[in-house]
């Protein structure tokens, strides 16, 4: 259990601060991952994004999610939410911050239609908590490279996801 966590909308909080923390908790190349072309011009999601602050004010873990899709084989595109990047400074983690802003994103999905989810992540952490999985993403492509095994989904009903299509930004 976390003391004196708060996770407030992410919106709240300085953007330089934000990319501070991803750049301590990722590699200095983060910017060139294949998830970050996967969201290529498109805006994080504010009522699904968070940031996690600890008992002295400090920004210790953020989330965001994007609108993206996964165009099929006709070319129709099939909107997901894409989750990530989750990342926790790397002093404060293993105390369940990670696990706090998963569930708070994933509980303010809309509980009357949540759109599926996309990740890329370790099927053992995200799907243990989660049930995210890479059984319905193994015909899905990215632009660029990846490791099938982490291209993880989840949803209500995983018979509606397309079996293949091309995964980028959702373009309105
Ligand atoms: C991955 C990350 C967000 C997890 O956050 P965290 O606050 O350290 O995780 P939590 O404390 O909530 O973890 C809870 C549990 O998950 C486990 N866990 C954490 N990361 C894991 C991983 N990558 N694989 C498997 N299990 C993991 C912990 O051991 C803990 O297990 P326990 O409850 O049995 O002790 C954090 O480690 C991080 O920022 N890593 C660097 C950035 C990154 O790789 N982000 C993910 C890709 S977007």
């Known amino acids: 259990m976390t003391e004196a966590l708060t996770l407030i909308p992410l919106d709240n909080v300085d953007p330089a601060l934000v990319e501070a923390l991803l750049d301590r908790a990722f590699e200095p190349e983060r910017r060139q991952r294949t998830a970050y072309t996967v969201r290529d011009g498109v805006d994080w999601l504010p009522g699904l994004s968070f940031a996690a602050i600890d008992g002295e004010d400090h920004l210790v ?4 999610c994007w609108p993206v899709a996964l165009t099929d084989g006709a070319g129709r595109a099939h909107p997901l939410i894409m989750v990530g990047p989750v990342a926790v400074l790397p002093e404060a983690q293993g105390k369940g911050i990670g696990k706090a802003l998963m569930t708070a994103s994933l509980g303010a999905l809309s509980p009357q239609a949540p759109l599926p989810q996309v ?54």
């Open 61 to 64: 873990g953020t989330i965001q």
């Open 119 to 172: 990740m890329i992540g370790d099927p053992e952490y995200y799907g243990r908590f989660w049930g995210f999985s890479n059984a319905a993403t193994a015909g899905w492509s990215l632009p660029g490279p990846f490791d099938p095994r982490r291209l993880l989904a989840r949803c209500d009903n995983p018979s509606v996801l397309p079996k293949e299509g091309m995964l980028g930004p959702w373009r309105r």
